[in-house]
């Protein structure tokens, strides 16, 4: 059982901020916060709490945003576009190694992980 806000199912009884936060790709804590004082939600309040027009609101302000598929096909392109100009950046991207500056010899397995998927088409 949840409320569905921006095609998302977010459990029932999880605070909004939080909710929002975990649940939609490009909305953080901060972000969260942003948008309940807009709508004029209470800092503590659940999801299972919210009337259909605070619901309505919420979804209203997240349309605003570049948020889930626009944000994740705009870092496509961006990683895209550092491929193409030949920078340093593009080719670590693409031969999955860490991008800014981390050190190699011990701790690079998170960004193995991360260039490995499908990022950089």
Do not use: W
Not at 16 to 38: D, M, S
Not at 48 to 68: F, G, H, R, V, Y
Request: hydrophobic share 35%; net charge positive.
């Amino acid at each position: 059982m949840g409320v569905h806000i921006f095609g998302k199912s977010i459990k029932h009884n999880a605070l909004v901020k939080i909710g929002l936060a975990k649940k939609i790709f490009g909305v953080g804590y901060n972000t969260a916060e942003r948008i309940c004082a807009k709508v004029g939600i209470y800092p503590k309040m659940r999801m299972n709490q919210l009337t259909e027009p605070q619901i309505m609101a919420i979804n209203k302000e997240l349309s605003d945003l570049t948020i889930e598929g626009h944000l994740k096909q705009k870092i496509l392109d961006d990683i895209k576009l550092k491929r193409s100009i030949g920078s340093i950046a593009g080719s670590r991207h693409a031969a999955g190694l860490p991008v800014r500056g981390q050190r190699t010899r011990n701790n690079s397995q998170t960004a193995n992980r991360l260039n490995r998927l499908e990022r950089h088409v």
